[in-house]
């Protein structure tokens, strides 16, 4: 199994340009969600998704957009990018079932924005 | 809503002694929690996890974690740190059912020789 892999690993985009980052997961979990790590802040959530083609916003949507097409796959679009956004961006799933409760991690984006 | 807070930015400390992390949390009820810790350049890794039950509740890598209902906190502690122990360690909470969690800051551990 691979777990949670998220493509690309590494970016520099420049102001304005647009991309899109992959989350896929070969669990089954309903569970997906999209985070930014910024030093001193921790983790944010950007968006989630509770199954496919259900997405919500997290604390800090604004700029992102999401799309859950297929369960496996969560999509995370940087429509107009800012330095601002520049980050490391974690896809994680959630397995939550009786006493279960757990999030799996991917290894991360790292996204430059000059 | 709930929140997390750790009052630690960076501890450092000597390879072989003690290590406890702080982490408070603010909920009306007694929340889901967790510890993860991320080492440089990678994801991050379930240390433990406390639902109810036994408040003193065991991890992976040597690590143990109390949660004290009265204090609102779920400290981390390992009694014999390894310099492969440094790294930076997150407080998570969640409510029941609410299936999204919120992280404290992090807080930085390096090990001296």
Redesign the interface.
Known sequence: NAG?TQTPKFRVLKTGQSMTLLCAQDMNHE?M?W?RQDP??????IH?S?GEGTTAK?EVPDGYNVSRLKKQNFLLGLESAAPSQTSVY?C?T?F?RG?S???Y????TRLTVT | AQSVTQPDIHITVSEGASLELRCNYSYGATPYLFWYVQSPGQGLQLLLKYFSGDTLVQGIKGFEAEFKRSQSSFNLRKPSVHWSDAAEYFCAVGPPFDYKLSFGAGTTVTVRA
């Open positions: 949670v569970y969600y985070y001193g802040m921790g983790l944010r959530l989630y509770v997290g974690f994680a959630l939550a006493s409760y757990e999030q991690f991917g290894p991360g």
